[in-house]
């Protein structure tokens, strides 16, 4: 089974002064804070490379990840990403624009 295109937002950036379409990077980002952790999926501007991240979860204990992810996230598995690149609801939910196409 193949993945879902991977989504492009739209939202303001600061480096363009204006509305920008963001790409996934293609990396993870998670920094631990004694046992909890914060994830992101990092996003940039697709003009000017300014990055943005995207959060996944949020002050959650590792034992709660989806099984097998935590070491996705450390690896920047690109099977990962594609996933939760590709997880339409996921950023519709979080209010975000999505570009078209
Ligand atoms: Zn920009």
Redesign the pocket.
């Known amino acids: 089974m193949g993945y879902a295109k991977e989504c492009k937002i739209i939202r303001r950036?600061?480096?363009?002064g204006k509305k920008?379409v963001f790409e996934c990077a293609g990396k993870f980002r998670v920094n631990a804070n004694g046992r909890r952790l914060d994830v992101w999926l990092i996003y940039r501007?697709?003009?000017?490379?300014?990055t943005w991240n995207v959060p996944l979860f949020e002050r959650i204990s590792p034992e709660k990840l989806p099984a097998g992810q935590y070491e996705g996230f450390l690896d920047n598995d690109q099977e990962l990403v594609r996933q939760y690149a590709g997880d339409r609801g996921f950023f519709k939910g979080k209010g975000y624009e999505l570009a078209k196409g």
């Open positions: 950036c600061g480096g363009c920008m501007c697709q003009r000017c490379g300014r």
